[in-house]
């Protein structure tokens, strides 16, 4: 009985140990690059989707690739001290954020499966970040080049919380519209617009 008990103490520790070196190989950011270009691939070679398959597709494997909420209070820095968001609105901004971007980045990559990623180059960034160089080819000889941002998230797990092609940052872009909104429409009519 001793040998069964040490026996399956031994198997215990040997499974606990690799179901933790599996959880941490899937939080390490080589796992998240891999996946995001691997995701994003697949939806650039959708031919064989249909258009409900195309959107379980993107939900279930783009989307949480994706630190929306950052990318939303990112956003939102650029708000005017005495026009601040309640919690209610900041989440519904986030929310039409997500839709806004899920819209019009991830389903232009559908409209075209010619499209293919390639990784160029990774590197560290201050603060913890890294910065992977991508490849689009398909759309010009060379292709073009863009940035995808990584960074922990609040739950310690590797996300995508920026874009950045030619310089121009998707936070950037979306903070400038956000300026612009509030400047001519208000707050509540930059909520109903972006």
């Not at 409900?52 to 630190?67: G, R, Y």
């Not at 292709?143 to 941002?149: I, T």
């Amino acid at each position: 009985m001793k040998r069964f008990s040490a026996c399956a103490l031994i198997l215990t520790l040997v499974f606990s140990q690799s179901f933790a070196a599996s959880d941490e190989v899937e939080d390490s950011p080589v796992y998240a690059i891999q996946n995001a270009i691997a995701s994003l691939n697949q939806i650039t070679q959708s031919l064989t989707y249909s258009p409900e398959s195309m959107e379980q597709l993107v939900l279930e494997e783009v989307v949480p690739l994706f630190d929306f909420g950052f990318i939303a209070n990112e956003v939102l820095l650029v708000m005017p001290s005495n026009q601040q968001l309640s919690n209610s609105e900041a989440q519904y901004f986030a929310l039409r954020l997500k839709n806004n971007m899920i819209n019009t980045l991830l389903y232009k990559l559908v409209q075209s499966q010619t499209l293919k990623l390639s990784f160029v180059s990774a590197k560290p960034e201050l603060g913890g970040k890294i910065s992977v160089k991508l490849n689009i080819s398909g759309l010009s000889q060379q292709g073009v080049y863009f940035d995808l941002w990584f960074h922990k998230n609040a739950n310690n797990h590797w996300q995508i919380f920026d874009i950045v092609l030619n310089e121009d940052s998707l936070i950037k872009y979306y903070q400038s519209t956000v300026m612009i909104k509030v400047d001519r429409f208000g707050v509540q009519g930059m909520l109903q617009s972006i």
